[in-house]
Every structure is written in structure tokens, then in C-alpha cells.
């Protein structure tokens, strides 16, 4: 294929492509597979490898991202980027509506839009296509997002049909869809408890609700994990030099058209009754839709009328957002229950007479802590309020006065562990209380064998299903390293009946002598697992797969990971001050030393092999001074690789120093130093490519 043919193909890829995107996230109608739509963006990507120069910004092979922003770049707004005034009762609106027939002297309409909950964007289109992407900011300036913008696929990145203006803006809202949302922290809060941080860190650390993690992700980094963040967006409003619109629920229309992304539900009504008739009907229907929306949005629709009443400082006097009321609902306190994690952390929990909260079932809210107890103030047999505002977890905001018994008795927070009865204790400056009997409490031990078989960690899958749990109760495992001393004999034939928690049914495990077979060869294959994943895997707090894997890399072993004091755990990459004292911690209690070193006996890996492994001699008898931050590797990560490429790292750049390699924000007296000594100077993309890396 030469040149020419590649320009017509990719043209006729692009916009087949584009237009079953379309399909697919704006009108939800596809009209092909899943698989067809995946072969031809392949073809495309596949052309544009092999015809760079053909390769357009507008390409929908774009939407998956690559982009990495350090910063953003601020930008002006063509036209300041306002807010709405906001109201919150019928009687605001009317007096909405009185400034509003004050100015229009003739019959008006309004458009009633849902407001999306999520982040104002502006999108500037010139010639059909998608050129920049703001954010509001201040009103005044707003940042560039462009890149991270072009991999929404419901934003078109060339418009359909021809009568539209040169250039122009639009407005609109990009928003995270609940399922989107649900998945996303679903996965950080996996993250998050492996990583051993206990529910009240882990509540604190996940998105609050949509919004904030539509906010996050069009201000990532790396335009690819955007991409994978499954945002969306809605189209509200349209700004032009060239052209004008009589109404807006006109501009709307044709909006629609040009392939922008526009809710179905806007309406056009003639009266002030109809709106609020709009707001009653969406108060309560909103929360089935599958996105957040925190109000309804009133529009005059004639934007002559628009430009007549014109604009205060802050917003326009032609529309007015209602604000709906978080949803929230008064239900009897049954009990208060306590449940005690892997580390030992006791979290208080409300178990709720059900009831019906915009949407789903609420049986139970976490408490926290002991301090949110007393500040509720929770008495025996209240009645408490519960809400949900934009944000998923349910939480009680206060107690019904109403229904307050006159001898109802104070909660107090517990003072023993539920599970094995010892004195809680609670470190100054801590919220949580924790049970300080790590190696007798059940749930805590059972927690870290658990922790320890997970697929990420050893990844001993013929253990699963509680399996644990039976091992634990015939007092065969107490610790992760008591696992490689189980004998086939021990194992044969041990019962339990277990109770599924969900359904309530139950189901009897027992096992064979092929189930001890396998389970005992899962075992004895978890020997191959590297060290850094047994590192993750002992379960040390806030040690999680990332930071595992740098102390891994920069300590090599684990007995050299154990004489390290908080100083020296703080030289490896991202290991701050929270870290290495956990660490520390963990190896002065003896009992877990004793651990490790039963482990070790059993074979399982205390050495990192990646680290001394030999790639190859293209840096042989070279040595390398690296200075500054790269993009592909972390700091010590460099370091080993040049030494798996037979290469030397140095400190400073002197007359023997091969090259310098300088990353982002490189040490400018090292950047001169080599200068003067005519010491070349490489990128990261230098050196991948002399290292052969891809
Ligand atoms: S119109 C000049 N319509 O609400 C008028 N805004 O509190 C521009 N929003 O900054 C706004 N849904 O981010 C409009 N259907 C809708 C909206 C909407 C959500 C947001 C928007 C705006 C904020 C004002």
C-alpha cells in the first residue's frame, strides 16, 4: 500500500470508526459487534504505525490515550466560564421567574435541563474538529485538557454534517457514570485492603462520590488511564462569533445533530407550573438514571430575551439552578456491631431496621469510630437519620429527637475485642481502637493467612473458599509459614460446614485426597513466587504490591530489608516517613522475625532475582550518571537496569562518565558539568533504545 491508498483507508477508517462510536455512546444503538468495531480500529492503528506522518490528532485512535502532562497549560476563556445562581424552594423560583417577566414583556418560555453533577468543560471546535479542551478554573482561565478530553468517546472529535460554524464553543459537563464509579473505587478499595490500610483510611482515600472522581481523572497525567476511567458527557450550551440561535432548546437540536451528546430529558415548558411540575417529577426519578444529578437547571429559552436580561458578576440573570435536597430518611437503630480486621483496627457499624434510600436497601452505615458515637450522641432504641448525598456509603447525620425514649440508655463504645476478648487500645492521635493481640486474635490471624494466599500475593488458589478457616479451627495454622509444614495425612479427610453469608445456605467442605493434592502441590508452587511478592504477601501495614516491589528493588532481600533502619528505608523511591516506621515495627516484634525465618527454611524467597538477572552487555565497561525523573522508569529502577546492561552507575559526572542521563528536571549542575567536559547527554528515549527497549 503506498502513501495515497494509506490516506484514503485511514480516512475511511477514522470516520466508520468514529461513526459506530457515535453509535455506540451517544445514541446507546450499535450497529456492529463488539469484535467488528475492534478490527478496524486495529487496521487503523496498524496503518498509522506504519504511516506516521499520516497519524491526525483527530483520529479516534486517539481516545485510548498516551499523552503524558506534567503540567497543564492555563488558558483564557474566549467567553468567561460563569455559574448559576442556585435556589433550593419553590418560593426562590418564583421570585426567579417575577425578575424574569420584569424584563420580558412578551410570552416566554423556559427550558428545563437536569444538572449534571460533574465538571464543567468548554470545548472549542474549528473547522468540524475538536481543538481544545478547558476546564473552568477560575472562570476567567481555565486548564488545558485537551488530551485527556479527546478519550471520551462520546465527545466527538469531528463533528457530523457541514452547517456548522468555522469555529465556536460549547459547553457542557463531563461526568462519571455510577457503574463507571462503582467499578473504579471497587478496584482502588482492593488496592487499598491488600495494601493492609484499615476501613476508616480506605473511606477516606476512595472517591467520595462521582464528581470528585470525575474532577480527578480529567486532571490525570496520563491521558491512557483517563481513558480507562469510563467518563462521559453532556452537551449544554452553544457560543459563536458566527452564528446564533433563536432559542435554546434550538441550539440543542442542533447540537444533537453535529453529534455532541445531548440529555434526552431537557423539555420546553410554557409556564412556571410546568417547571416546578418538571421538579417534582425528577426529584424522586433521578435516582434511577444511571449518573448523578443534583438539581434542575431553568432556561429561558429565547436567547434574544437571553441577551436583554444579560448577566450579574458571577452568573446569568436568564437561568437559575434548583438544587434538590439530599435524600435522607429517619429508621429505628437495631444495634451497634464491631468488626475487627486484618490489622487489628475495631470499626463500629450501625446494623439499621431496612430501609428504602434513594434507590437501594440500607441495612447497615459505618460508624468510624468511637468519637463519631459520642458525637452522634447514639442512645439504645433511637431512631436515626440517614443519607445519602452524592456520596454511595450511607451515612447516619443524626439522631430523630422525636423518638427518643426518656430512659433510653448511651452507647458506649466497646472496651474488649468481640472476637477474643482483649483490652482494646487506642495510641494518642489515633481515631481507630485497635486489639493488640495480633497473634491470638482469630479474625486477625485468619486475616493474614488470607491475605497471604491471595492470587496477587502467593497466589495459592487451592486454599480459597474457606479453606483457611478449617485449617485454623483444627489448630493445623496459625501463621502463613505454618502452611509449608501441613502433611498429606493431616489434610485427609477434614470437614466443616460452612455458612454462605449472602444466601444463607450451607455447604460442607471436605477433603479428598485429590483436594489435599492439590492443595498441598498450590502450596509447594508458592515457592517460586519472587521475593517481592512475598513481601507484599507477609501483610507488613501500608506495605502494599507497589511499594513491595521498590523496597524489593533497592534492598534486594529480605535480610537486608530487616537491619534497615527508618533512614535507610527512606532512601528507597516513595517510601516516606509512614512507611519505613510500619516496617520498622513489624520486624521488632520477634514473633514476625521468627516467621520469616521458618519461611525461609521452608524455601519460600528471600532473595530478589530480578535484580542480579543479566539482560544483557550493551553497557558493558560504560559509566552512567542519572539525574532527574523519567517516565518509564522509577529512580532506583534505572539504576538496576543499567546494571543488568553490564553498565556502572556513578554519583557525579567527572572526565571518566560515559554519558549523563538526563531525565525531567535534571540537576543543572550536571547538565553544565557535562557540558563543560563534553560528557554526552541522553534522554530516557535514548537509552531505551540503546538498552533495545520497546
Ligand atoms: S448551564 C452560563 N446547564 O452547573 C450557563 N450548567 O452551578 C452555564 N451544570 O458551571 C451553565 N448541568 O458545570 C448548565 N444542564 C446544565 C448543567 C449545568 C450541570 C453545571 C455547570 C455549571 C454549574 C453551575
Not at 463519631?372 to 447514639?378: A, E, G, T, V, Y
Not at 489434610?491 to 460452612?498: A, D, V, Y
Amino acid at each position: 500500500m503506498n502513501a495515497t491508498q494509506a490516506k484514503h483507508r485511514i480516512d475511511e477508517l477514522s470516520q466508520s470508526i468514529e461513526e459506530h462510536n457515535h453509535r455506540y455512546y451517544v445514541l446507546a444503538h450499535p450497529s456492529i459487534s463488539d469484535a467488528e468495531f475492534d478490527r478496524l480500529l486495529e487496521e487503523l492503528i496498524r496503518l498509522e504505525k506504519e504511516f506516521p506522518e499520516l497519524l491526525l490528532p483527530t483520529s479516534p485512535s486517539q481516545r485510548v490515550g498516551g499523552t503524558v502532562t506534567k503540567q497543564f497549560k492555563t488558558v483564557k476563556h474566549t467567553y468567561p466560564m460563569l455559574s448559576l445562581g442556585n435556589t433550593y424552594s419553590e418560593s426562590e423560583l418564583k421570585e426567579f421567574d417575577e425578575r424574569v417577566r420584569k424584563v420580558i414583556t412578551v410570552d416566554y418560555k423556559y427550558v428545563c435541563e437536569l444538572k449534571f453533577d460533574g465538571v464543567a468543560i468548554g470545548l472549542t471546535y474549528r473547522n468540524g474538529e475538536l481543538v481544545q479542551a478547558l476546564t473552568r478554573g477560575d472562570g476567567v482561565q481555565g486548564d488545558d485538557v485537551t488530551a485527556n478530553i479527546r478519550t471520551i468517546p462520546s465527545i466527538p472529535l469531528k463533528l457530523a454534517g457541514s452547517d456548522f460554524p468555522t469555529e465556536f464553543e460549547v459547553r457542557g459537563e463531563v461526568f462519571m457514570p455510577l457503574s463507571s464509579f462503582q467499578r473504579l473505587n471497587e478496584a482502588l478499595k482492593k488496592q487499598l485492603e491488600a495494601d493492609g490500610y484499615d476501613e476508616l483510611e480506605i473511606a477516606e482515600k476512595l472517591f467520595k462520590n462521582p464528581r470528585n472522581a470525575a474532577a480527578g481523572s480529567v486532571k490525570m497525567q496520563d491521558s491512557s488511564l483517563v481513558a480507562r476511567r469510563g467518563l462521559d458527557a453532556y452537551i449544554y450550551f452553544f457560543q459563536s462569533e458566527e452564528r446564533s440561535f433563536e432559542s435554546h432548546f434550538e441550539s440543542l437540536q442542533k447540537l444533537k445533530s453535529w453529534g455532541f451528546k445531548v440529555n434526552e430529558y431537557s423539555q420546553l415548558v410554557d409556564s412556571l407550573e410546568e417547571v416546578i411540575n418538571f421538579l417534582g417529577q425528577w426529584d424522586s426519578k433521578r435516582h434511577a438514571l444511571s449518573y448523578d444529578t443534583d438539581g434542575v437547571v431553568v432556561k429561558v429559552d429565547s436567547i434574544k430575551w437571553q441577551k436583554e436580561l444579560g448577566f450579574t458578576a458571577k452568573s446569568p440573570r436568564w437561568a437559575i439552578a434548583y438544587k434538590f435536597k439530599a435524600a435522607s430518611v429517619s429508621t429505628p437503630l437495631l444495634s451497634i456491631t464491631y468488626q475487627v480486621g486484618r490489622t487489628g483496627a475495631v470499626t463500629p457499624v450501625a446494623q439499621l431496621h431496612p430501609v428504602q434510600l434513594a434507590g437501594t436497601t440500607v441495612r447497615r452505615a459505618t460508624l468510624h469510630n468511637a468519637d463519631q458515637i459520642i458525637k452522634l450522641d447514639l442512645h439504645e432504641g433511637d431512631h436515626v437519620f440517614v443519607e445519602k448525598g452524592g456520596e454511595i456509603i450511607p451515612k447516619i447525620t443524626a439522631v430523630d429527637p422525636s423518638c427518643r425514649k426518656k430512659d433510653a440508655l448511651p452507647y458506649h463504645y466497646i472496651s474488649k475485642c468481640p472476637e477474643c476478648g482483649t483490652p482494646l487500645v487506642r495510641t494518642e492521635g489515633e481515631v481507630l481502637h485497635y486489639c493488640p493481640n495480633e497473634m491470638g486474635c482469630p479474625p486477625q490471624i485468619k486475616g493474614r493467612i488470607e491475605h497471604f494466599i491471595a492470587r496477587r500475593a502467593m497466589d495459592i488458589n487451592s486454599l480459597g473458599e474457606g479453606k483457611v478457616e478449617l485449617l485454623f479451627d483444627h489448630g493445623l495454622v496459625h501463621t502463613p509459614a505454618d502452611l509449608y509444614h501441613l502433611k498429606h495425612d493431616q489434610l485427609l479427610g477434614l470437614t466443616k460446614e460452612i455458612t454462605d453469608e449472602e444466601t444463607g445456605k450451607i455447604r460442607k467442605v471436605s477433603f479428598q485426597e485429590k483436594s489435599v493434592d492439590k492443595i498441598l502441590k498450590g502450596i509447594k508452587a508458592s515457592l517460586e513466587i519472587p521475593f517481592e511478592r512475598v513481601l507484599y504477601a507477609i501483610g507488613i501495614r501500608y506495605v502494599g504490591e507497589t511499594v513491595a516491589k521498590k523496597l524489593a528493588r533497592h534492598f534486594g532481600s529480605m535480610d537486608r530489608l530487616m537491619i534497615a533502619d527508618a533512614e535507610q528505608l527512606m532512601q528507597a523511591e516513595e517510601i516516606g516517613e509512614k512507611i519505613a516506621d510500619s516496617i520498622v515495627q513489624y520486624f521488632q516484634n520477634q514473633a514476625n522475625v521468627a516467621l520469616i525465618a521458618d519461611m525461609k527454611k521452608s524455601g519460600v524467597r528471600m532473595e530478589s532475582e530480578v535484580a542480579n538477572e543479566q539482560l544483557s552487555d550493551r553497557l558493558s565497561g560504560k559509566t552512567i550518571v542519572v539525574s532527574g525523573v523519567f517516565t518509564y522508569f522509577g529512580r532506583d529502577e534505572i539504576k538496576s537496569v543499567i546494571e543488568q546492561h553490564g553498565g556502572k552507575v556513578s554519583g557525579s559526572v567527572s572526565a571518566k562518565t560515559s554519558f549523563l542521563l538526563a531525565g525531567e528536571e535534571a540537576g543543572p549542575s550536571k547538565l553544565e558539568k557535562a557540558k563543560q567536559l563534553k560528557v554526552p547527554v541522553l534522554s530516557e528515549q535514548e537509552f531505551k533504545n540503546i538498552i533495545g527497549q520497546e
